[in-house]
């Protein structure tokens, strides 16, 4: 049962008209475009508006769901019952020395450019990740030999107590595809990361190296949530799958990538049920025929 009317009620006297949205098309939120609508999607524009939704929320038991860029996200076609909270107002980039400090709705694409600008090495490994900073927090985001548990020193977050905390790189528990963020639903408000000063040609050249592999190498210009599946260990998903005879299975308007494997694509105005019709047949068959147990990395919500 959908319940818009209520929430609006409850969020209204801490939200202008233009940050609420009633009964909003998720498939506009991410990059999938696919999923049905989520009852409130509200757009935060400071950290007290972030603690207090999550307040509201949690005192009404309302089911809450924090976004950044939404490429990591597949919403089902029945939407969201609850509140999504998106992140992306929250967006100011500051370089201290050598350092880059970021809030959580900052685009990875402008932090890899906040500190090119700055002459600071060690992120542009992110250039070409479409996510957020709190996206990339919560799943040790990486590419190409760099990850950010490599660069991040701490990330502000907002705890399950509702606190407010700083908590240093060695307690955020990075690993592949996981964190502390993730492990106990804390909201990531900010991370600093700590560069390297190097040359700013050498930087940007580094950054259109990476931007052409990918543009050669990812169906970029098919929506997705990136690789759907994790590394599982030992192989590389996309090999399995591209071993498996997947490369090109079609499910209505979604299929397994022609020119990546390890994506599964929206090609063709494909709905939620498409996409998860291609994942489940790829986890199938690869079981079945290499014995290998595929795990979706792309967080997938809400009701059929
Ligand atoms: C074309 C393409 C290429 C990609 N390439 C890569 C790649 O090379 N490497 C890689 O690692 N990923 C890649 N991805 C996946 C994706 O970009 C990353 O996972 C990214 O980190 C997700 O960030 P986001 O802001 O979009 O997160 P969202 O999709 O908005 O959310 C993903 C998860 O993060 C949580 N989250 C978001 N913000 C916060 C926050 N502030 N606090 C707590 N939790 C939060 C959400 O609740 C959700 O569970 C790719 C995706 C696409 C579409």
Known sequence: MKHYGEYKNLFS???????????????????FKVGGPVDILLTPNSIQQVKETITICKENNI??????????????????????????????????????????????????????????AGVQFACGIPGSVGGAVFMN?????????????????????????IIPKAELNLGYRQSIVMQ?????????????????????????????????????????????FKRPEGYFAGKLIEDAGLKGFTIGGACVSAKHAGFVINYNNGTAKDVLGVICHVKDEVKKQFGVDLYPEVRIWGED
């Open 184 to 228: 106990k639903g804390y909201i990531v408000l900010r991370a600093t990361f700590n560069l390297v000063n190097g040359d700013k040609e050498k930087i940007q050249a580094r950054v259109d190296e990476l931007t052409k592999r990918r543009e050669e190498r990812q169906p970029l210009e098919y929506p997705s949530a990136g690789s759907t």
């Open 63 to 120: 089911p809450f769901y924090v976004i950044g860029n939404g490429s990591n996200i597949l919403v089902k076609d029945g939407g969201i019952r609850g509140v999504v909270i998106k992140l992306c107002e929250l967006n100011k980039i500051e370089c201290i020395g050598n350092k880059v400090i970021a809030e959580c709705g900052a685009l990875l694409k402008d932090v890899s450019k906040a500190a090119t600008e700055g002459s600071l």
């Open 13 to 31: 006297k801490l939200y202008k008209e233009s940050q609420i949205q009633l009964d909003a098309k998720m498939s506009e939120h991410i990059y």
């Open 141 to 165: 985001a990486g590419a190409y030999d760099g990850e950010i548990s490599f660069v991040i020193e701490s990330a502000e977050v907002l705890d399950d107590n509702q606190e407010i905390r």
